[in-house]
């Protein structure tokens, strides 16, 4: 990914709200169906990795937000209902999003471990 993906994804917020983003990329997805040629593949393709990137670099957009989870699969949906080329591509969008779910589950799980170990915590 290009840096300056990786700025904004990281910047974005001092104007817009995640919501607001996560919108706009499924509206330019949709739109896309209506480019001529392969121009619409290509966007479908790019935002499709800037989704990606974005539930890797920045999950804590994702993580507390059921509406977030929601449209990243509503993304997903219209990816994988797409060209069976872009199949592959929906799987890795599904993937990504199961990998950050268990990281954070996992992540939770092992700080509840923790904190129940420390010096004057309650014992069950």
């Known amino acids: 990914m290009r840096i300056i993906s990786r700025l904004f994804l990281l910047g974005y917020k001092l104007f817009m709200q995640p919501e607001e983003l996560m919108d706009m990329l499924l509206q330019k997805f949709e739109e896309s169906d209506h480019l001529e040629g392969d121009k619409g593949d290509m966007v479908k393709l790019r935002l499709s990795n800037i989704v990606t990137q974005w539930l890797e670099r920045v999950w804590v957009d994702f993580h507390y937000s059921d509406v977030m989870i929601e449209k ?18 929906a799987m890795k969008l599904e993937r990504t999003m199961q990998k950050k779910k268990k990281e954070w589950e996992d992540s939770l799980r092992e700080e509840d471990r923790r904190q129940g170990s420390l010096p004057g915590s309650p014992t069950e």
């Open 72 to 89: 990243v699969e509503k993304f997903v949906q219209l990816v994988s209902s797409g060209h069976p080329r872009f199949l592959p591509v």
